[in-house]
């Protein structure tokens, strides 16, 4: 079965006219995309993924010297996966003595949350 197709020659647009009409554009604002994509950023790596689940799921704060042991990776490692969840926002922590103790910021995965689980097409 063959289909015959019209081919017509490409035409050059004017200068300074669009190729064609965006169909959507975005509902998120740039500073909003920029926060967003910091926190999903750090959720990226799958240590980081983890330790979020773990301090979700604990009641209160967690001591470093509790997650250590979870991990098959060394406490500087652990440390430094810690700092870039409390750079993007997602955790903090309190210093009693020697010990950090850890948890999740209410609400900080609400934003990306919701943007996610946000429906266009309802």
């Known amino acids: ?36 994509a910091d926190v999903a950023k750090a959720l990226g790596d799958p240590i980081r993924l983890q330790l979020v689940d773990v301090l979700r799921k604990h009641a ?11 991990f098959d990776i060394s406490q500087p490692t652990l440390s430094h996966h810690l700092k870039r969840l409390r750079e993007a926002g997602i955790v903090a922590s309190e210093r009693r003595g020697l010990w950090a103790y850890y948890y999740v910021v209410p609400g900080a995965l609400g934003p990306l949350a919701a943007w996610m689980g946000d429906d266009h097409d309802a």
């Open 1 to 36: 079965m063959s289909v015959d197709l019209e081919l017509t020659p490409k035409a050059k647009r004017p200068n300074g006219q669009p190729c064609c009409e965006p169909v959507v554009y975005p509902d998120v604002e740039r500073e909003q995309a920029i926060r967003l």
């Open 60 to 70: 209160g704060e967690v001591c470093v010297c509790e997650l250590v042991p979870l």
